[in-house]
């Protein structure tokens, strides 16, 4: 039997006397599973509590309004983030990022990219800025003092 309802059965009993017994049946049903999809980078918080951090089907039993099991399935894959890189580049005056922009002081600088999978990956360039000592032209003075001195009339 899988419906509510009233079932009555007719019993006679040792001396030929019929008795009826009516059993009131009420049916609970459980609800219908339930499965959803699911895609993160590197880990994945469950609606049910817990963090997974693999791919695959992660299952919880809930009990219904009428008291009966319910499961729920998250089919979870997990992408991961690519590793993260750096780099050193040491560069005279300033130096252009392989990502764009140009840097003149020495310093870690990062980006991220998002890599095939959709996930964040970060790399940092580690630069060192040399400075060019600064070109110091002759004064006038010191001009005239070195032509004259080659003999050189000006």
């Known amino acids: 039997m899988n ?3 009233a079932y009555s059965n007719t019993y006679t009993n040792a001396v030929g006397c019929d008795s009826m017994v009516t059993a009131n049946v009420t049916i609970n049903y459980t609800s219908t599973p339930t499965s959803f999809s699911a895609t993160a980078c ?3 918080t469950l609606p049910w509590g817990g963090s997974v951090n693999t791919s695959g089907a992660y299952s919880n039993t809930y009990t219904n309004a009428a008291g ?3 499961m729920v399935t998250a089919n ?3 992408n991961y983030s690519s590793t993260p890189t750096s780099f050193s580049a040491t560069a005279c005056d300033s130096y252009t990022l392989p990502w764009g922009g ?4 020495s310093g870690a600088y990062s980006n991220t990219y998002t890599n095939a999978e ?4 970060m790399v940092t360039a580690n630069v060192t800025i040399n400075y060019s000592p600064a070109l110091q032209l002759p004064s006038a003075q010191q001009h005239v003092t070195v032509t004259h001195f080659l003999g050189v009339d000006q």
Do not use: F, Q
């Not at 959709?118 to 990956?121: H, I, K, R």
């Open 118 to 121: 959709g996930c964040d990956s």
């Open 3 to 5: 419906t509510s309802g």
């Open 42 to 44: 590197d880990s994945y």
């Open 76 to 78: 979870v894959t997990i």
């Open 68 to 70: 009966c099991d319910s």
């Open 102 to 105: 140009s840097v003149n002081t």
